[in-house]
């Protein structure tokens, strides 16, 4: 496994499966290597967005004028162009299509370029692999379903997630989940000094108005460990979604969706000061969020509730338990962090060790 190996699984499908037309066999004789034929001009591409992917197929919207009811949008199955082999195609992309666009059944267009990505968010398999895997592009906020029981909400993966959020440049928001079965104040505290909008939402009664103001007009990616309620979530933002919801089987795998990677969902908002609609971008449930790919910078910009002491700090301080006079240290000692701030400390510190 290298860098290179996207998450999505591509590397199932036989390159023949989608053999690249333009393709074709090199004159010179000393190469067996095909060579491609000069690429039809990309301002012949039409652009869509990838909403699914699925062993190397990709679910591609064209919108008209970004209006659902325009007949001309349509959905496509594409492949990617055998010279984008190597590179993450993920959904949220905006991607150059060409071939087949009509969208017609049984039709497949073909990807030839990427448009330039506003961000990307990313993670490892866990702290100690650098090996990054693209997972959203273009979300301009993430919301973080958390339960506040059922499963227990743990603050070391609120704080993977904020730091994955901040440092893709992404804006984070809380949903605390099932707040019908414990009361979360005692762990939103944690999150008190961030500036982070806070949805507290049970079943039945989820905050929707509020959160569809936040989503319109804006691309938000949905994470959460599995079983918090985040399908539940979102079948109420987007009742035509129908993702899977309920107990899932850890052997078998029943009850999840067969595709394991994320899918993007038009959520309505009608008579919302942002617009009419948001995206919503559904991620599988994961157990863990590895920052492997992150810098110590990075993850010192998902603290920024503790910038101001931080910028106290020696020149060069690592901030960890053992750095010579650490500002950090000496908030705690004299009382200017509380125990909320000590806590989160505690949360800096694991994350950088
Ligand atoms: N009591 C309570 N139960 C909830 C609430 N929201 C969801 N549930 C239940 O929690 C269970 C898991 O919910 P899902 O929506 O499937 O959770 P998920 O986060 O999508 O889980 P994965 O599909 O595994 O990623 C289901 O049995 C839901 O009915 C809530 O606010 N309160
Ligand atoms: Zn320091």
Known sequence: MSWLTPDDEDEDVPYGEYADHTVRARPNPKSNRPRTKRRPEHADAVIGMVTGVDRGRYSVLVTADADPADPRERSLTAARARELRRTSIVTGDRVQLVGDTSGAEGSLARIIGLEERRTLLRRSADDS?????????????????????????????????????????????????????????????????????????????????AIRETLAGQTTVFVGHSGVGKSTLINALVPDADRATGHVNEVTGRGRHTSSSSVALRAETPGCAGGSSGWVIDTPGVRSFGLGHVTSEGILRGFTDLAVLIDACPRGCSHEADAPDCELDAAIADGRLDAAGTARVESLRRLLK
Do not use: W
């Not at 609120?158 to 928001?173: H, K, S």
């Not at 099932?178 to 949805?199: C, I, Q, S, Y």
């Open 129 to 209: 692999d650098r090996v990054e895997r693209v997972m959203v592009a273009n979300a301009d906020q993430m919301l973080i379903v958390v339960a506040a029981a059922n499963p227990e909400p743990r603050v070391r993966l609120v704080d993977r997630y904020l730091v994955a959020a901040y440092d893709a440049g992404i804006r984070p928001l809380i949903c605390i989940t099932k707040v019908d079965l414990a009361d979360p104040e005692a762990f939103l505290e944690h999150f008190a000094a961030l500036e982070v909008e806070v949805f507290r939402s049970a079943q039945g009664a989820e905050p929707l108005a």
